[in-house]
């Protein structure tokens, strides 16, 4: 039977990247909502498929989503052996991957680009803050 043992050193940058990864969702959750409420003062509609998006929704979507990029990179922090490659290349990946739905959905032309502002605003922000605490 093996015994797997955290070393101080790994539950602190575990523990330091899970810090600044809460940081960095709540600075992008902020941004995503300031960027919606930007766009909607500015005349952008916020309505997809006629329904109008609340602007914390913004803030709301992208914490979840971002915590599952937290949870991703404790999971490539612990069994990747270069971590943080791995994490950048899977969240770009991921990010324009969720573009796609913006592009798709059934709204406006300046309101699809709004919501992709907000996805690129979102991963400029949570990307680097995380992958500077994960392991080359």
């Known amino acids: 039977m093996t015994t797997t043992v955290l070393t101080p050193a790994t ?3 575990t523990r330091s990247m899970l810090v600044a990864g809460l ?5 992008a959750s902020i941004a995503t909502s300031a960027v919606a409420a930007a766009g ?3 005349g952008i509609s916020l309505d997809v498929s006629g329904a109008p998006i609340p602007v914390p929704g913004f803030a709301s979507l992208t914490a979840v989503f971002s915590i599952v990029g ?5 999971v490539l922090a612990r069994f990747a052996s270069h971590p ?7 969240t770009v ?9 913006d592009l798709l959905a059934d709204a406006d032309p300046s309101t699809k680009a709004l919501l992709m502002v907000t996805h690129l605003v979102a991963a400029a ?3 680097p803050a995380v992958a500077r605490r994960l392991r080359a």
């Open 11 to 13: 539950t602190t940058s």
């Open 23 to 27: 940081a960095a969702t709540a600075a």
């Open 40 to 42: 909607s003062a500015a």
């Open 70 to 74: 937290l949870v991703l990179a404790a």
């Open 84 to 90: 943080r490659r791995a994490f950048v290349r899977t």
């Open 93 to 101: 990946a991921l990010t324009v991957l969720s573009l796609v739905p």
């Open 125 to 127: 922000i949570v990307i």
